[in-house]
Each structure stands twice: as structure tokens, then as C-alpha cells.
């Protein structure tokens, strides 16, 4: 089995950061893509971030320039560091990551989501 853990939500006013991680554990042989989506009450979830195994980047229009998506493969991390928080970014953050357990098995999984809160 392999599960997603995300951690780092929080309460923090407008203007202020926060960091989230999200670590992949049990038996993993690759992990291919990551992300973090994002869905606020009444809303769909949307995408806020991506990153590939090689590097390569992406962000949601409203995030670009204040959130930036990393990975740690050796630790099986990814992290979204967010700042210049604004309360339109007020939701439950999602984890998602496209592993491998073998050269065979391709899993699309999601973490139980972190709440963020930004508010005075």
C-alpha cells in the first residue's frame, strides 16, 4: 500500500505564508508527477500546482507568482510553499502524485486534503 500525507495547513491572515508538504510512503518505485489541487466550498476542485519527475513546473493563473511547487525525491516530498495569501485562497488543499510500485503498476493517487484558512 502507498499513501499520500499531507500536512501543513493552517489559519494565517492575508499577506502571511504557509508551507505544505506532502509525503508518499510504503513501496514505491517511481514517482511520476505531482500536484496539488485545491477546493473551496461551493466550488470545484481545481488544479493550483504541478511538477514532473524532470523539473518542469505549472500553476493555476491566480497562484502564479506567490506559490511555488517543489519535490524532494529522496524523501518522497512534494511541498507547495504559499505566500502572499489572500482569502480567495481559503480551501482544502489536495495532494495528488502518479506512482509506481513496479515497472508495472501505475497508481493516480490523493492525500486526505489539508485545510488552509486565510482570514484576519
Known amino acids: 500500500q502507498v499513501h499520500l500525507v499531507e500536512s501543513g495547513g493552517g489559519l494565517v491572515q492575508p499577506g502571511g505564508s504557509l508551507r505544505l508538504s506532502c509525503v508518499a510512503s510504503?513501496?514505491?518505485?517511481?514517482?511520476?508527477?505531482c500536484g496539488w489541487y485545491r477546493q473551496a466550498p461551493g466550488k470545484e476542485r481545481e488544479l493550483v500546482a504541478s511538477?514532473?519527475?524532470?523539473?518542469?513546473?505549472a500553476y493555476a493563473d491566480s497562484v502564479k507568482g506567490r506559490f511555488t511547487i517543489s519535490r524532494d525525491n529522496a524523501k518522497n516530498t512534494v511541498y507547495l510553499q504559499m505566500n502572499t495569501l489572500k482569502p480567495e485562497d481559503t480551501a482544502v488543499y489536495y495532494c495528488n502524485a502518479g506512482i509506481r510500485t513496479s515497472s508495472l503498476n501505475f497508481f493516480e493517487l490523493w492525500g486526505q486534503g489539508t485545510q488552509v484558512t486565510v482570514s484576519s
Open positions: 511538477i514532473r519527475s524532470g523539473g518542469s513546473t
Open positions: 510504503g513501496s514505491i518505485f517511481s514517482i511520476n508527477h
